[in-house]
């Protein structure tokens, strides 16, 4: 089991990432709140949960895959 100081420093570490990263991106209100909330439950902006990749093989960052996921759900329901 990790130890709180672990934990703490992971956290400061992400929360490091998240500032810059949205520092340096746009991003609409909801985005925002959305990848606040993925980093705020522990994980990279970096990462994201649908393993999705860009065309060099590399993670996308979350708010891409997030972007990528709904259009991919818009296109989708297009079609029905």
Known sequence: MPSKKLN????EFILM???EFEERIPMTPTEKREVR????NGNRVCENPWYY????CS??????ALR???ELINKMTEKM
Do not use: F, I, T
Not at 8 to 11: C, D, E, G, P, T
Not at 59 to 64: A, K, P, V
């Open 8 to 11: 703490k420093q992971w956290m």
């Open 68 to 70: 990528c996921d709904e």
């Open 37 to 40: 909330k993925w980093v705020r």
């Open 53 to 56: 990749y860009y065309d060099n």
């Open 17 to 19: 990432e998240l500032h």
């Open 59 to 64: 993670e996308m960052n979350y708010l891409d």
